[in-house]
């Protein structure tokens, strides 16, 4: 399916939706987010870009907050459970770029989960942890070179003083990966020059440069959190977090027809939706639910967009406060909180939750018409919105249409187009056809005859095919005058 992803995403659609229904293979999840997001494309058309991101300095006041927030992303996980770990680094480079990559909208908390999620299943493959590790780690082989990205290397090739960046021989290009059976040129043990004309990287040993050879899990963590920033969720991680107060009111409202009991209730105790949705939302549930839980429901999300999220925040709330024998112990606003703070672990389990989100009827019409009803109300009481998000597309489907993959090449087009058909011939030139078909003529005795290029001249049969550096000026202004008349 993935081999052949444009040919399912195009005919087979609905075949695509029922897999991730039923979970994507471990084993392929990571690959297959980067196909339903779309964040392969988009790879593939900024090649480097990361890497340039990556190596500049970044603003100082967000990356204060992005090392305060770093050892509280999945502390437990392996990936993760060491302060200063190659899991952090990595979840800090990724996180720093972004915020070079949308600078107006910066750093928040919630992306900290997404990006850390996203690495768990796009592990970096190539890295240097510390200042001596990169001694060790210098790639001998191009097997071991696998995930590093194109700027990397030719950044490489630069600092070693190559004349061409990569070998002779080497493998094909394909999604910013080089591969190859050919080993790497030993390095020399110093290197000046490129570092030095950069600034701050002169006198620069080789093995350091892994510090700035980039893996592709890196690039491909990113490109997908670019892709649930501005196709997904977009506005969700602005300022003001206009976005998620509007999906608020959304949720809100079609909670009124899914549950009217929890409704009535929520309404009664004057719980506002950004009270309890925010983290659901933002997180996309990976603060919330069991890991295997948010790994089905990433699987639906990543196919068929936002409404996943709804679907799972309506079921929540729907068995959570659904019915007067599960209120009598949320009386007040209080208990109603912690109520929700504090989920059953039934509502949240894998097989419960994911068929009630299948059958839960909430479409993307039904969501769009919400948010053109709150968005009306929004700019009654706060004016317009001040964060200029671009459209929300519902899914996979929705995105690939919108970005189709560019696989045909540029072909050249000729500056003259000819029209079809026989190109009319000179009344001169049909005179002279006729008299050749009668018989060979006979030698002209003029005096410029043999200069005036005519078919039957001394001159042709003598040189029947004359470059056309030694013709005549005669010749070739008269070649000039047909290409204009054709």
């Known amino acids: 399916m993935l081999n052949n992803w444009d040919k399912w995403?195009?005919?087979?659609?609905?075949?695509?939706?029922?897999?991730?229904?039923?979970?994507?293979?471990?084993s392929l999840r990571g690959r297959a987010w980067q196909y339903l997001s779309g964040s392969k494309v988009k790879l593939e058309q900024n090649i480097g870009k990361f890497d340039e991101l990556d190596l500049l300095p970044g603003d100082p006041k967000w990356l204060d907050v992005i090392e305060r927030d770093l050892h509280r992303q999945f502390p437990f996980h392996e990936m993760f459970v060491s302060r200063g770990g190659h899991g952090q680094q990595d979840l800090f480079r990724v996180l720093k770029a972004y915020t070079l990559y949308?600078?107006?909208?910066?750093?928040?908390?919630?992306?900290?989960?997404?990006?850390?999620?996203?690495?768990?299943h796009m592990p970096a493959e190539v890295r240097a942890r510390s200042r001596e590790d990169r001694?060790?780690?210098?790639?001998?082989?191009?097997?071991?070179?696998?995930?590093?990205?194109?700027?990397?290397?030719?950044?490489?090739?630069?600092?070693?003083g190559l004349q061409h960046p990569f070998p002779p021989k080497l493998g094909r290009l394909q999604g910013g990966v080089l591969r190859s059976r050919y080993t790497l040129p030993s390095p020399p043990a110093r290197s000046r020059g490129?570092?030095?004309?950069g600034g701050g990287c002169g006198?620069?040993?080789?093995?350091?440069?892994?510090?700035?050879?980039?893996s592709l899990g890196l690039q491909q963590a990113f490109w997908c959190l670019v892709q649930i920033c501005e196709k997904y969720l977009p506005g969700y991680y602005s300022e003001k977090l206009e976005a998620i107060q509007l999906d608020g009111q959304i949720l809100f409202s079609l909670l009124h027809k899914v549950s009217p009991v929890a409704y009535k209730h929520l309404s009664k105790q004057k719980i506002d939706p950004i009270l309890y949705m925010t983290e659901?939302?933002?997180?996309?549930?990976?603060?919330?639910?069991?890991?295997?839980?948010?790994?089905?429901?990433?699987?639906?999300f990543f196919c068929e967009g936002v409404k996943i999220i709804f679907r799972v925040g309506l079921v929540l709330l729907k068995h959570t406060l659904g019915s007067s024998d599960k209120l009598k112990s949320c009386q007040g606003q209080y208990e109603t909180m912690e109520?929700?703070?504090?989920?059953?672990?039934?509502?949240?389990?894998?097989?419960?939750?994911?068929?009630?989100?299948?059958?839960?009827?909430?479409?993307?019409?039904?969501?769009?018409?919400?948010?053109?009803?709150?968005?009306?109300?929004?700019?009654?009481?706060?004016?317009?919105?001040?964060?200029?998000?671009?459209?929300?597309?519902?899914?996979?489907?929705?995105?690939?249409?919108?970005?189709?993959?560019?696989?045909?090449?540029?072909?050249?087009?000729?500056?003259?187009?000819?029209?079809?058909?026989?190109?009319?011939?000179?009344?001169?030139?049909?005179?002279?056809?006729?008299?050749?078909?009668?018989?060979?003529?006979?030698?002209?005795?003029?005096?410029?005859?043999?200069?005036?290029g005519a078919p039957g001249s001394t001159r042709e049969l003598l040189h029947p095919q004359v470059s056309p550096h030694h013709q005549s000026k005669e010749s070739l202004s008269s070649r000039e005058s047909e290409d204009t008349y054709l």
């Open 102 to 120: 949308r600078p107006e909208e910066g750093y928040c908390q919630a992306q900290a989960p997404i990006a850390a999620v996203l690495l768990m």
């Open 135 to 160: 001694e060790t780690q210098w790639p001998e082989s191009w097997d071991q070179w696998e995930g590093v990205g194109v700027f990397g290397l030719v950044l490489a090739g630069r600092v070693l």
């Open 9 to 26: 995403m195009a005919k087979k659609h609905k075949k695509i939706r029922l897999r991730c229904q039923k979970g994507i293979p471990p």
């Open 203 to 214: 006198d620069v040993p080789q093995a350091h440069l892994g510090a700035y050879l980039l």
């Open 194 to 197: 490129p570092w030095e004309q």
């Open 280 to 300: 659901w939302f933002m997180c996309a549930f990976s603060r919330t639910l069991p890991w295997s839980s948010v790994l089905r429901v990433w699987d639906m």
């Open 339 to 452: 109520r929700l703070r504090a989920l059953s672990p039934k509502i949240m389990q894998e097989t419960f939750l994911v068929q009630e989100v299948i059958e839960l009827p909430v479409t993307e019409r039904q969501i769009e018409r919400e948010h053109l009803i709150q968005l009306k109300k929004w700019r009654e009481t706060h004016g317009e919105l001040q964060c200029k998000s671009p459209p929300r597309l519902h899914g996979a489907k929705a995105i690939s249409e919108a970005e189709p993959p560019t696989h045909k090449a540029l072909e050249p087009v000729p500056s003259i187009i000819v029209p079809p058909g026989p190109a009319p011939v000179p009344k001169a030139r049909k005179s002279k056809e006729k008299n050749r078909e009668k018989g060979p003529a006979s030698p002209p005795n003029g005096p410029g005859a043999e200069g005036n």
